[in-house]
Each structure stands twice: as C-alpha cells, then as structure tokens.
C-alpha cells in the first residue's frame, strides 16, 4: 500500500508572514517614534542647551587680565610701572605634542634648552585651557622669527601684555621686592580663576605681601573662532554680537620710602656688603631700605635664564640676600645705651659712679682677661663717658652685675630677639641669649651652662647675642623717642586708581618701653650725643659741619675670636674676616625725625666706616639738597688707620 505524500502547507506559511511583518512593522515604528521623540528632546526641549554649546564651538572666552598696580615713593616718585611687550603664550589643549612644541620653540632660538623641564611643569600644572607664557618680553628679531614658522606651531601664540618696569633699576629692590612668572609653587597661594591671562605675580617684598591690593580682579571678552581656533571677525554674513567684562585694576601704593634719601644711602654703600635702615621714629615710616650689592629687578620681569639665574645666586656676595630683613649679626657697642639704661633701672649704678679703665677687665676669682678696645685703657670714666667713648671694661662691670636673665629681659622690651612688625615677609628674629635659651639651645649638659664670661661678653654686643640692621634702627626710633614705639612700615597709603580715592594706613603703636625714671633717657641720650659732639667720642668726626645735634653709637663686631695672647692686626687677617662696622643714631638729637642702622660687614671700624655713611644719610632727609652736598663735604675725613670703635 503506498505511503501518504503530506503537501506545503501555503496558508500555515502566509500567516507566519503576515505575523512577522506586524512585528517588523511594529519595531520599525517603535524606533522611529523613539528617534522622533529624541529628536524632539534634542531640537526642542533641550534647544536652549545645545544652542549654547554649540556657541562654545564658535566662542571663545578670553581673559583679560587687569594692569597691575603702581608703586611710588612718599613723594610720588615711580618706581614700579607697566609697560607693553610681546610674549609667547602656550594653550596646552591646542598644542597636539607639549614636548616635541617646546623642543620646536628650542630650535628656533625662542627657549632655552635648560628651561624646558622647568617650563613643562609649570604648562601642565595650569588648566588645560589656560594661556601659560614661555617667554615674557619678546625682542623683534624673535618676533620676525616667530612669525616665519608660525604655522608649525598650534596653540602658540604671541600677544601683548602689560609687564613689569622698574624704572631705577636696582635702587631699593630689596623692599620693593620684584614679580617673575607664575609657577607650581605660586598655585597654591592664589585664585587660578582670578590669575587666569595673568602673566607675573610678586615674588618678594612689597610686590609679594601686597600682591592682594596689586593684582585687581580679571575681566574677560567673548571671541569669534573658527573650526581651528584662529580668532576671526565673522562666521558667514552673520556677526555676533560678543560680551566683555572689563578687569578691575590692581591698587597703587605709596611708600614711605623717599627715593632721594634711599639713592644716597645706596652711593655712601657702593662697593661693600652692607645695609642701612632709617626710620621715622615718629610713626615707623620707613624712610630708606637698602641692603647692597643690589640687582636689576628688571631682568626677572622679562625671564632670568637659567644661566641668569645662576650667576645671581651664586654670586660670592649674594646679592639676591637682604642684609637688612635677614641678615643678623652681633650688634657690638651699640648695644651698650640699652645696657647703661638697664643698669640704672636695676640699680646696679648710678649716672656719676666712676670706674677706672686700664684696659682689662677680670672677672673675681679668674685669670682670663676681657681687653678693652683701646690699648692702655679710658682712664676714669662715668656713665655719660663711657657711652661717649664706648669703654669696654665699663660694660664688662655693669653688665656682670646686671646678670644675662635680667639683661634678656630689659633688651627684648625693645624688640630684640623679636620680628619687628615691619610689612614684608621673611624678617629674622636674632637672639637674645638667657639661662633658658642655652638649655634648650644645645643637648650637652656640659654646653647648658651659662658661665659668666658669656654675659661680660654679651654686654658689649658679642658671644651669642644676635640681631638684624632693621632691629637696630628700631632700637634707635625707640631711644629717640624715649621708649614709644612703632612697627616698621614701608607703604604708607593705597590708592584706587578708578576713583582716586586714596586710603591712609595708619601707624601701628607697640607696647612701650618704661623706665622708672624719665631722666634715665636724659642720661643714655646725653652719652649718645656725646658719641657724635665730645672732643674724645668715637664718632666725633661725623658730626662735623652738621648744621644739627645727631646722637648716635659707633660699633665694631668681631667675625672670630682673638686669642687670649694674640693681637688683632687687620692688615693680616683676610677681607672677610674682619670686624663688622655698625652705627646707630638719631637727629635732630632733641626731637628726632629720623633714626638710621648702618651695617657695613668687614667694614673695620662703626666710627671710620659706617657713621660716614649714616651722616649722609641724615643730611639727604633733613636739609635741601644742595646744603646736604655742602655739609657732607665739610665733613672730616675718616681715620685713616688703627682700631677706633
């Protein structure tokens, strides 16, 4: 019987095709509806969005940083300014090989190849989208250069800036400080947004502690693009109409420095490492900085190469320290008013007391000899004498007496040991030695103990006792005023350059120093302008043809010790080490309008070298100029030889 063929079932097949073209239609339509509804989303409901952004494709937001504020001495002198130079700037995110563009920029003379390293951190430490400059000051043949291979280098670009000027080059740098590029270090310290196009920031003193004030607030303007970046005028027949905020610019200021008086004392310094502070003891003005050798600010506004940069710092005679602020040293006699002004608080003497003077000095029960700086001795001296002549073995007694506990702590009243206050970083404290200090200073049972020979010899400004120029022209404001005292200041007010308004900084008193006795300053003052005025006192020669009372100290600071049984001859002993010269003062003596430090290091005598220079000083700031050239040429030449304090 033959098998049943079973036949193709049509319609089975048919309805299966139908179902399969419902579904197929179906997901079409369900993902057509999708892609409508998205772009309904797209074009509609988010139009607002993407209109913007599509905005960001053809508009780029520049900032546009503010000019930096001016600087100006008391009298409106300049002597911090902007100018206009071209720079190379980089914008990471438009450059497609950071390394290969920097050794690009190498080769065609524009980077220093020691400066790439360097320049790379400091590109990659800023936002990506930031403008970050390679070179600040551009000469013309760097332009043209530039110009020549400028299609091989995307996201470099030249633009015009402000930049830093310092139009007296290196006078009163050191307070004035100076601005250099920003770098790593610098982006913790400042608002990344508000110092975006900004090219220099203060790196030290005033520029660095009012960078604030200095900096103002930074604008921007909308700019038109194209696909490559390239700033162009329109996109089509259409021209957007672009925002701009402008920046606010920085404050200016106005210092107490008189630039007259700051550029004599730098001349009376030329040549020597040295430093000079004068103040008005009135209200702390400062009325001249100067620490020497000096340098041009002007070359770390326009980039320092690293070759620059080393020959600065390695320079033997460091011209980038600041003697002034951070440079201590023994303060040698002119500490002895402040010890004299001790003794008469404690008790330990009184004004008309005499002590004879060989020349040595011994303490009970020793055999070591302190020698006075004068061979043979003063004789028979008092309080006023000794001051006037700076005796040694006076001070050796007086100070023994007094013990280094209480001495520490009559000195500190005076800020010693202390920052002074002044308005720029980086000030040093010095020291003032005591019992306590030399226990936690070394670790040796052995090396706590105070011995006596350590306060005879801190007495007269020497062993540990430490101190810094600035301190010890606030010593002087301090005497001269008689106790009152003020913190150093170098800016005096502060002005909106928008406005005009100008905002005064008023003075800032400190604790007094008070004495029992107000005829105790008669006696210490009296010493001190027998310094300048008796026929014996040590800085006699400075005082001559001075049209006004100058009370002052001379002082001259060991930089070794002197053996026992050997004798200081300087003709032998090496440049540098020999004696610091010092000299405080004050003038007019009866109502003092300024008080001076001069630090001269090596400088062998406070009487030949330093009170010299501190006259001229006076003169610059007390009388017109050309009866302070008259005066200072009728001055008695310094001692041409010997030890003379």
């Not at 194209?226 to 005028?233: H, I, Y």
């Not at 406005?499 to 800032?508: D, H, I």
């Not at 309008?593 to 003169?619: C, H, M, Y």
Request: proline fraction near 7%.
């Amino acid at each position: 019987m033959a098998r049943a063929v079973r036949l193709k079932d049509h319609w089975a097949e048919q309805r299966l095709f139908g179902r399969r073209v419902i579904a197929a239609t179906i997901v079409v339509l369900a993902c057509v509806g999708a892609l409508v509804a998205r772009l309904v989303y797209l074009q509609i409901v988010k139009h607002d969005y993407f209109s913007e952004l599509s905005q960001g494709n053809r508009i780029r937001i520049d900032p546009v940083p503010p000019s930096r504020g001016l600087i100006f001495d008391r009298k409106g002198e300049a002597l911090a300014l902007n100018r206009p130079a071209y720079q190379l700037e980089i914008i990471r995110e438009q450059t497609p090989d950071l390394e290969d563009t920097l050794g690009r920029l190498v080769q065609i003379g524009l980077l220093a190849a020691e400066d790439v390293e360097r320049t790379l951190r400091t590109i990659k430490a800023r936002r990506s989208f930031d403008a970050v400059p390679v070179r600040l000051q551009l000469t013309e043949e760097e332009l043209a250069r530039f110009a020549v291979n400028r299609p091989d280098f995307p996201g470099v670009e030249v633009r015009p800036r402000l930049t830093r000027y310092y139009p007296l080059a290196g006078v009163g740098v050191h307070a004035l400080g100076y601005v250099a590029a920003i770098s790593e270090q610098d982006q913790d310290r400042i608002d990344v947004a508000n110092y975006a196009g900004t090219t220099l920031i203060g790196k030290l003193g005033i520029e660095r502690a009012y960078e604030d004030e200095l900096h103002g607030e930074t604008g921007y303007q909308q700019l038109l693009v194209n696909a490559q970046g390239r700033r162009v005028d329109r996109l089509g027949l259409k021209a957007p109409d672009l925002e701009r905020r402008e920046p606010t610019a920085g404050n200016d200021l106005y210092l107490a420095i008189d630039a007259n008086v700051q550029r004599a004392a730098e001349e009376a310094l030329a040549g020597q490492r040295a430093a000079v502070v004068a103040i008005d003891p009135t209200n702390g003005d400062v009325v001249a900085y100067v620490s020497t050798p000096t340098f041009d600010p002007n070359g770390f506004a326009r980039g320092l190469t690293y070759a620059e940069y080393a020959a600065l710092s390695e320079n033997i005679d460091v011209p980038l320290y600041d003697r002034a602020l951070r440079g201590v040293y023994p303060p040698g006699s002119t500490l002895k008013p402040l010890i004299a002004l001790a003794a008469l608080e404690y008790g330990v003497t009184d004004p008309e007391s005499t002590r004879f003077c060989r020349g040595v000095f011994q303490l009970p029960g020793s055999s070591h000899r302190y020698r006075d700086w004068k061979k043979g001795g003063h004789g028979t001296v008092d309080m006023h004498k000794a001051i006037a002549q700076s005796c040694d073995t006076y001070f050796y007694a007086v100070s023994d007496q007094i013990g280094i506990d209480r001495m520490h702590d009559f000195l500190v009243q005076f800020g010693l040991g202390s920052k002074t206050g002044i308005d720029i970083q980086g000030e040093r404290t010095g020291l003032v030695p005591s019992k306590a200090w030399k226990k936690q200073a070394f670790k040796r049972k052995d090396m706590q103990v105070w011995f006596p020979g350590e306060t005879i010899i801190a007495g007269i400004g020497q062993g540990y006792m430490l101190t810094t120029p600035l301190q010890l022209a606030h010593v002087a404001a301090t005497v001269g005023m008689r106790g009152q005292r003020f913190a150093p200041r170098l800016v005096k007010k502060v002005r909106d350059p928008a406005t005009g308004a100008v905002r005064e900084l008023p003075p800032t008193p400190l604790p007094p120093v008070e004495v029992s006795d107000p005829k105790h300053w008669d006696v210490i003052i009296g010493g001190m302008v027998g310094v300048t005025n008796d026929p014996a006192g040590t800085a006699r020669r400075s005082q001559a043809g001075a049209p006004y009372k100058i009370a002052g100290k001379t002082g001259t600071a060991q930089v070794f010790s002197v053996g026992q049984n050997e004798k200081y001859d300087e003709k032998e002993v090496a440049e540098r080490l020999r004696d610091h010269a010092l000299f405080i003062a004050f003038a007019p003596a009866d109502a003092p309008k300024l008080a001076v430090a001069v630090l001269v290091e090596n400088g062998r005598s406070g009487s030949g070298t330093a009170a010299p220079i501190a006259r001229k000083v006076f003169d610059a700031y007390l009388l017109p100029p050309e009866a302070a050239a008259a005066a200072t040429a009728e001055a008695a030449p310094p001692p041409a030889g010997g030890n003379e304090e």
